[in-house]
T-cell receptor, first 116, second 111 residues
Framework: AQSVTQPDIHITVSEGASLELRCNYS??????LFWYVQSPGQGLQLLLK??????LVQGIKGFEAEFKRSQSSFNLRKPSVHWSDAAEYFC??????????????FGAGTQVVVTP | DAGITQSPRYKITETGRQVTLMCHQT?????MFWYRQDLGHGLRLIYY???????DKGEVPDGYVVSRSKTENFPLTLESATRSQTSVYFC??????????FGPGTRLTVL
C-alpha cells in the first residue's frame, strides 16, 4: 500500500544545533515530494518541493531536503536551528494518475521543540 | 485581501445539526481541497475539486458534502454532525494541484 512515514513523532533540538527530519515513502514510481511547516494555531506553509532534477533542493527559511531514490527518502535539514523553527513539520507525497490529478498524502508529522 | 480565507474560525455545534464551513480564495486557482487534521493522523483529504462543478472524493469523504459553483468558493457541509467529526478543518488551493496553499483552519467541536 502507498504510504508516507515520518518515523520521529517528536524531536528536541538546541538552538544553533543542526536539525534533520526523516521522511520515507512507499510508492511505485518516483512521486512529487513536499515539506510543509505548521506553526501553532496556523495553517500549513510550503517549505520546499521536489519534482525532478537536482536531488538537493533548497527551500525557504534556510531549509533544504535531499531526495534519495535508493532509500525512498526525502529528509529535511537545517544547519542551525532558530527558536522560531519550533513547529510541526509534515512531509507530503503526490502521485499522478493517467486520467486525473492523482493522490496526495501527508505524513503524520514531526513536532520540533527548540531549547535555549 | 488576497489569499485564502476560512469561516468561521471556531464553531461549536450539536450532534445531528447541519454545519457548513466556508472557504474562499482570491487567486483563481483551479484546485481546491478540504482536509481534516486529527492528532496522530496528520492531514487527511476529505474532498477536492479540480475546477468549478468538478469534485471528487478523498480519503475520508463519508458524512461530508461539497459543492463548487464558483471557482473561488468551496464550501464543506456536514449534513448531520457527529462527535467523530470534531476536528480542525483546513482548506487549500493550488493552480497545479501540487503546491498547495492553506487557509488558517476552522476548529469544529461537535457536542
Amino acid at each position: 500500500a502507498q504510504s508516507v512515514t515520518q518515523p520521529d513523532i517528536h524531536i528536541t533540538v538546541s538552538e544553533g544545533a543542526s536539525l534533520e527530519l526523516r521522511c520515507n515513502y512507499s510508492y511505485g514510481a518516483t512521486p512529487y515530494l513536499f515539506w510543509y511547516v505548521q506553526s501553532p494555531g496556523q495553517g500549513l506553509q510550503l517549505l520546499l518541493k521536489y519534482f525532478s532534477g537536482d536531488t538537493l533542493v533548497q527551500g525557504i527559511k534556510g531549509f533544504e531536503a535531499e531526495f534519495k531514490r535508493s532509500q525512498s527518502s526525502f529528509n529535511l535539514r537545517k544547519p542551525s536551528v532558530h527558536w522560531s523553527d519550533a513547529a510541526e513539520y509534515f512531509c507530503a507525497v503526490g502521485t499522478m494518475t493517467t486520467d486525473s490529478w492523482g493522490k496526495f498524502q501527508f505524513g503524520a508529522g514531526t513536532q520540533v521543540v527548540v531549547t535555549p | 485581501d488576497a489569499g485564502i480565507t476560512q469561516s468561521p474560525r471556531y464553531k461549536i455545534t450539536e450532534t445531528g445539526r447541519q454545519v457548513t464551513l466556508m472557504c474562499h480564495q482570491t487567486w483563481s486557482h483551479s484546485y481546491m481541497f478540504w482536509y481534516r487534521q486529527d492528532l496522530g493522523h496528520g492531514l487527511r483529504l476529505i474532498y477536492y475539486s479540480a475546477a468549478a462543478d468538478i469534485t471528487d472524493k478523498g480519503e475520508v469523504p463519508d458524512g461530508y458534502v461539497v459543492s463548487r459553483s464558483k471557482t473561488e468558493n468551496f464550501p464543506l457541509t456536514l449534513e448531520s454532525a457527529t462527535r467523530s467529526q470534531t476536528s480542525v478543518y483546513f482548506c487549500a488551493s493550488s493552480e497545479s494541484g501540487w503546491e498547495q496553499f492553506f487557509g488558517p483552519g476552522t476548529r469544529l467541536t461537535v457536542l
